[in-house]
């Protein structure tokens, strides 16, 4: 069922947000959360800071219970190898044929 108020989740820590919202759904069983917004400080070379122990804790439940991974989702979402691919340039990204 849908709150009519939003979950925020403010970061600076890409792996620390999703672990927030994990955390959320843990706490909150049902089949949606919405609406949920994420808000993200905190870039490398535009890259998002993450911590590899907290991937790899949300890829090994995902795996447990037959769900894709955090790359192949996160990539639905943002297709990071066409960023790559665009030398960081959004101008670049946004001329490929897929979009």
């Known amino acids: 069922m849908s709150n009519s108020l939003p979950l925020i989740i403010e970061e600076t820590n890409l792996s620390h947000a999703w672990s927030r919202a994990f955390l959320h759904i843990i706490d909150n069983p049902g089949k949606e959360v919405s609406p949920l917004l994420i808000t993200l400080t905190g870039f490398t070379n535009s890259m998002p800071k993450e911590d590899q122990a907290i991937r790899d804790a949300l890829d090994n439940c995902l795996k447990i219970n037959n769900e ?18 665009s030398n960081h340039n959004r101008n670049k990204l946004w001329e490929h044929p897929t979009f």
Do not use: E
């Open 68 to 85: 894709q991974s955090v790359h192949t989702v996160a990539n639905t979402i943002f297709p990071a190898s066409y960023w790559q691919r």
